[in-house]
């Protein structure tokens, strides 16, 4: 199950982890966001209420939250790490166009382990699943193109 922002800041102080307004300022862009923001994305969001705040410091807290497992890191091949705070398991529809992610549940998929398991003789201990595809907006912008290319 996802956490809250109260079961993280608990937890962080129970690790005798300092709890200071650009975590907390962190956190609640990862909580608000359904687009799995990169570290630079991150920063530009809150920039404005920490003037001193460099990239480097959204950089280290965001590793210290994948590291507590509060927050997962996906890698894709435009080199560009993005964060998802839900870290239930489910599964990303990717853009292949704008790299927008989307999250969506399966609840069948969770036999690929067990058939893995079985086929490969491994002990499957996670997985994750993207599709690739262009999304609703991509999709709007390349039929409008189309449209005014064929008038």
């Known amino acids: 199950m996802t956490a809250t922002l109260d079961s993280i800041i608990h937890s962080l102080k129970k690790k005798n982890i300092r709890i200071t307004p650009q975590r907390t300022a962190i956190l609640e862009v990862l909580i608000q966001s359904k687009n799995h923001p990169t570290a630079e994305e991150v920063y530009k969001q809150i920039e404005l209420d920490f003037p001193g705040m460099s990239v480097a410091t959204v950089y280290n807290?965001?590793?210290?939250?994948?590291?507590?497992?509060f927050v997962k890191e996906m890698s894709y091949g435009d080199n560009a790490s993005r964060f998802d705070f839900?870290?239930?398991?489910?599964?990303?529809?990717?853009?292949?166009?704008c790299g927008k992610i989307t999250d969506f549940h399966y609840p069948n998929l969770d036999d690929v382990e067990i058939a893995a398991s079985k086929l490969t003789g491994y002990k499957i201990d996670s997985h994750r699943?993207?599709?690739?595809?262009l999304?609703?907006?991509?999709?709007?912008?390349?039929?409008?193109?189309n449209k005014t290319t064929n008038s």
């Open 129 to 133: 699943l993207e599709v690739y595809g």
């Open 86 to 97: 839900t870290t239930d398991l489910h599964y990303h529809a990717i853009c292949s166009k």
């Open 135 to 145: 999304c609703p907006d991509c999709q709007e912008t390349e039929s409008n193109i």
């Open 61 to 69: 807290n965001l590793r210290l939250f994948t590291d507590l497992g």
